[in-house]
């Protein structure tokens, strides 16, 4: 006999308000004195008083209770080894009510147990497993909706890390709301926890495929709480990663600011060192081609504050040839990523210039820029990966850097987060050289300036769209002059990197090993070098050691308070000696020293044996080098 729809429907209502009744079943003065009696031994640390109530019936009541509606209790007492006690005691099996209780803290807190003791999750997930299946059964499932019967009749998935997504993907298999696949289990009350939050989350995930490409809907605001999409979704995966990738690849390579504040609100920007903790957190399992397209969406954002930043400074500046310049500048930037061309960008801020963009756009910068110092700290400079070529453009006084391969190893590392003047118009192109053995070409803002840009690129096999690039009057001067570029010769071919030289190899900030500086002694004892590091940190002596000894006899110049310098500032001399016209940075990375440490050393301490020859830069004073060597 089948029961009426509206039978059937007050029947579950009735039930659901008779489970909860039944959870607090016990309840009254007894019940209430034996919640307080654990309450206090489990403050104390008396588990020998809480193991003698679980003896009684209303003792596993009362401490299932406390589990699932007292934080502390539970953060204090939820362990394995308590839970096995409970079980032995509460012979033959748990009381329903009990059980139910079990059943409500596993749904309630879930993967989270694992936060109270490891291992708790599976052994409450065995012992639910156990006990159900000593439990009677209802003759008349069908009616009750019992959330026992349901366990023991779909035990094979309903518990367990993997529980959420298969209800959830039963639910859709089927055509049903997650809300009704819960009423049919007779699980409704126990979906307001941990268990109903990642079957709402792997629910959503799916939906994330249907949803209008670009808009931004309503289950994002779910999916960006932490609590969801660190959630595990399985294979080492979290909710996260999974809604990241489908986001990423239904985008396309043009995104909406909507769905790039979505990817960015949950993994962060990508364009970081990848050995930081929230690159290896998000990105890395995302994998290179998801990276590398999400960098793409950001290439727009850095050209926009680029191109601000050079627009404001020309403004207040005054300055008629840098406004006048201005569109010029950014319709060559903006060609070159209207015809998908520009791979990445990095953008690189002075104080000053930050000022100015955070000044425009107040709090809302979401792109992840580098530092400028020194003579740069008004200059915004941008690098741009277009794949074929590289440049290095910056506002104002800086030339365009136009490169056949990646610029070194400095501009291109997320690694480097600050770079001078010296880094960007010395170092790079010198590693550039030593790596490829390819020309490049530095090119000052002058009326003909992109002209000699698309001329050198043309000349080295690399074809571009000039119409896109410059304004109609400029592109009309450039065919009067040189005609329409024709690419004659192939590509040029980029071989393998070669292996840098010492000089210019400059270690990233991360990658330095933190060490005890070494001694004067250590680092100048007249022995022989151990190895290559020894050899490179002692140097190579600018004079022969038998002269050395023989002028060591005549007298030198005494400096001032020489008896009072400390061990360090010996070595810092010593290396100064060996190694002339070193950098301060360089110094302070081989010997472990922090760089403002080195600095306050040459000014203070140091000052008497030291000179300054440029920014970067102290030497031995002269009279001063046979001293130190």
């Known amino acids: 006999m089948e029961w009426p729809d509206l039978v059937e429907s007050d029947w579950a209502t009735l039930i659901a308000k008779t489970e909860t009744f039944a959870q607090s079943m016990g309840g009254g003065s007894a019940f209430d004195s034996m919640c307080e009696r654990i309450t206090k031994a489990i403050r104390r640390g008396d588990f020998n008083d809480i193991y003698d109530v679980l003896e009684k019936r209303i003792g596993g009541r009362a401490l299932t209770w406390l589990w699932c509606n007292d934080s502390e209790i539970r953060q204090l007492s939820c362990r394995a080894s308590v839970l096995r006690t409970l079980v032995d005691l509460q012979k033959p099996r748990l009381t329903r009510t009990t059980f139910l209780q079990l059943c409500r803290l596993y749904f309630q807190e879930f993967d989270q147990l694992e936060s109270l003791e490891e291992g708790l999750f599976g052994n409450l997930e065995s012992v639910l497993g156990n006990q159900s299946q000593k439990m009677p059964r209802y003759k008349n499932v069908q009616v009750s909706k019992d959330p026992i019967v349901s366990i023991q009749e779909n035990i094979d998935w309903i518990l367990g890390i993997n529980g959420p997504a298969r209800l959830s993907q039963l639910a859709r298999d089927n055509g049903e709301e997650l809300e009704q696949k819960f009423s049919v289990l007779g699980l409704v009350g126990y979906d307001d926890g941990r268990y109903g939050d990642l079957c709402r989350a792997h629910y959503y995930l799916e939906t994330l495929k249907d949803i209008e490409v670009g808009h931004w809907d309503p289950i994002f605001d779910e999916l960006l709480k932490p609590s969801v999409n660190r959630a595990p979704f399985g294979d080492g995966k979290r909710i996260g990663h999974v809604a990241l990738e489908v986001i990423i690849d239904r985008a396309g390579r043009e995104v909406s600011e909507d769905w790039q504040d979505f990817v960015l609100g949950i993994a962060g920007d990508p364009r970081i060192k990848s050995s930081a903790a929230s690159y290896q957190e998000w990105w890395k399992p995302l994998g290179n081609a998801r990276v590398e397209k999400v960098r793409g969406w950001l290439s727009r954002e850095d050209l926009k504050l680029f191109l601000?930043?050079?627009?404001?400074?020309?403004?207040?500046?005054?300055?008629?040839?840098?406004?006048?310049?201005?569109?010029?500048?950014?319709?060559?930037?903006?060609?070159?990523?209207?015809?998908?061309?520009?791979?990445?960008?990095?953008?690189?801020?002075?104080?000053?210039?930050?000022?100015?963009?955070?000044?425009?756009?107040?709090?809302?910068?979401?792109?992840?820029?580098?530092?400028?110092?020194g003579v740069l700290s008004d200059k915004a400079i941008i690098y741009v990966d277009c794949g074929d070529f590289y440049l290095v453009e910056g506002s104002h006084n800086f030339k365009i850097w136009v490169y056949l391969a990646p610029p070194g190893k400095i501009v291109p590392s997320y690694d480097f987060s600050s770079f001078t003047h010296g880094e960007l118009t010395h170092l790079t192109p010198a590693q550039y050289r030593a790596m490829y053995d390819l020309p490049l070409e530095a090119v000052t803002h002058n009326r003909s300036w992109q002209s000699k840009v698309i001329n050198f690129l043309s000349e080295h096999g690399i074809e571009l769209d000039i119409e896109s690039l410059l304004s109609p009057e400029d592109y009309r001067g450039h065919l009067s002059i040189y005609g329409y570029p024709v690419v004659e010769t192939p590509k040029a071919r980029v071989p393998e990197p070669k292996e840098l030289p010492g000089h210019l190899n400059v270690l990233a900030p991360s990658q330095v090993q933190k060490r005890s500086p070494p001694t004067f002694e250590e680092l100048f004892a007249e022995r022989s070098p151990a190895n290559a590091v020894d050899r490179f940190l002692r140097g190579r002596p600018s004079v022969p050691h038998s002269e050395r000894r023989s002028t060591s006899r005549h007298r030198e110049p005494s400096p001032p308070h020489s008896n009072g310098l400390s061990d360090q500032h010996k070595t810092v001399l010593g290396y100064l000696a060996h190694n002339p016209n070193v950098k301060a940075r360089h110094v302070a990375a081989l010997l472990g020293f922090p760089l403002k440490e080195i600095v306050a050393m040459f000014a203070g301490p140091l000052a008497p044996y030291v000179e300054r020859k440029d920014m970067h830069t102290w030497v031995i004073k002269s009279e001063f080098i046979n001293k130190f060597k």
Do not use: C, H, W
């Open 308 to 373: 601000q930043a050079l627009e404001q400074y020309g403004i207040e500046s005054r300055k008629a040839d840098l406004q006048r310049m201005f569109p010029a500048r950014r319709r060559f930037l903006e060609g070159l990523y209207n015809q998908n061309l520009i791979r990445n960008t990095r953008l690189m801020l002075g104080r000053a210039a930050e000022e100015v963009v955070k000044r425009l756009l107040g709090d809302d910068i979401k792109t992840n820029f580098a530092t400028l110092d």
